[in-house]
């Protein structure tokens, strides 16, 4: 994902290490540098930007440019500059699902991979969490994304909710709470429908649906390989149905990262997990920690 990125990058720092001692303006050339690969991985401009000013402001300091290693003391400072503007507050993997039956609404552009996540994010949630899941769909316009869940569900061995031909979304949201409640279960996913562009009828439909389910839990699934799209996406979503964090999908893909590190900067909201291949145990948390580690080499 981050391959392009991450060898621009160190092309720049390896010509900055072999520097030795270091200048404002070779700093400065560096950093126009990283403005410039940030750019092509499809990083919002913004971020790019702020993101240099920042490395800047810390670089260019008598310290670094005094200490014995100052090639290194800049990588570092991008590196710890990195790590900011991707975390989020707290563990990213760590969903608000105490108080059962709790409601997590999966919600998402048609194709983003919100079908293949919920069940990926069930399986996570039984396996390592011991919890309970019932999974439900509520994509009344495809029936063939209502039967993929099922047999999804049917793989990984967690409850789908029945179907039942000729409800709305919302009267599947009520019974699948009702199940839930009922069933004892711990955890109730509901993977909304997805169109193809974002309207005033989904957005509708999923603002009924979550008045409907009081979600502990929001989640936005994208796909990362659509780059800024995927920040704008969130962007409407949040505004719309307010979302508590999104999961990056595809992220096994070729695309240039740039959806990753703009992300949490432009949305406030942080990304939680990441999805890297079509199998059910393809999904990672989103560790800032390594994904600034596998974007410096
Ligand atoms: P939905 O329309 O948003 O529900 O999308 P689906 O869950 O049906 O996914 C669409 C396609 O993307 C399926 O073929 C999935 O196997 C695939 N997919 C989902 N997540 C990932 C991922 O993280 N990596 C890859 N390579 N494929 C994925």
Redesign the pocket.
């Known amino acids: 994902m981050f391959e392009t990125l991450s060898e621009r990058l160190s092309g720049v720092f390896d010509k900055l290490t072999r520097q030795g001692a270091l200048t404002a303006e070779n700093v400065e050339t560096a950093l126009r540098e990283v403005r410039v690969a940030l750019l092509e991985a499809d990083v919002s401009l913004p971020v790019a930007r702020a993101f240099v000013k920042s490395v800047s402001a810390k670089a260019t300091g008598s310290a670094v440019t005094k200490s014995v290693t100052p090639g290194q003391q800049v990588v570092k400072i991008v590196h710890d500059e990195l790590i900011r503007t991707l975390r989020g507050e707290g563990d990213p993997g760590a969903l608000k699902i105490d108080n059962p039956p709790a409601a997590m609404l999966m919600v ?13 994010l069930a399986k996570r949630l039984t396996e390592r969490q011991g919890k309970r899941v019932l999974m439900a769909s509520l ?1 009344t316009n ?1 029936p063939a ?1 209502m039967e ?1 869940l099922a047999i999804l569900g049917s793989q990984i061995g967690v409850d789908t909710l029945p179907i039942i031909k000729g409800e709305n979304a919302v009267q599947i949201a009520r019974r699948a709470k009702q199940q839930a409640t009922l069933g004892g279960y711990d955890v109730y996913m509901l ?1 909304t429908a ?1 169109r193809l562009h974002i309207d005033e009828a989904l957005m509708a439909e999923v603002q009924a649906v979550r008045d409907v389910a009081q979600p502990r839990e929001t989640l936005l ?1 994208v ?2 390989l659509t780059g800024q799209d995927a920040v704008n996406v969130a962007t409407e979503f949040d505004g719309k149905v307010g979302i508590t964090g999104v999961v990056l ?5 070729d695309g240039r990262g740039g959806a990753a590190l703009s992300m949490r900067a432009i949305t406030g909201k942080p990304i939680r997990f ?5 199998k059910m145990d ?2 990672e948390t989103f560790e800032a920690e390594r994904v600034a580690g596998r974007i410096l080499g």
């Not at 998402?108 to 990926?120: E, F, V, Y």
């Not at 999908?249 to 893909?253: E, L, S, V």
């Not at 990441?274 to 079509?278: H, Q, S």
């Open positions: 998402g552009l048609q194709g983003s991979g919100k079908t293949t996540t919920t069940a990926k994509d495809r994304a993929q993977d997805g699934v796909d990362g999908t595809r992220m096994d893909g990441v999805g890297l291949g079509e393809a999904l």
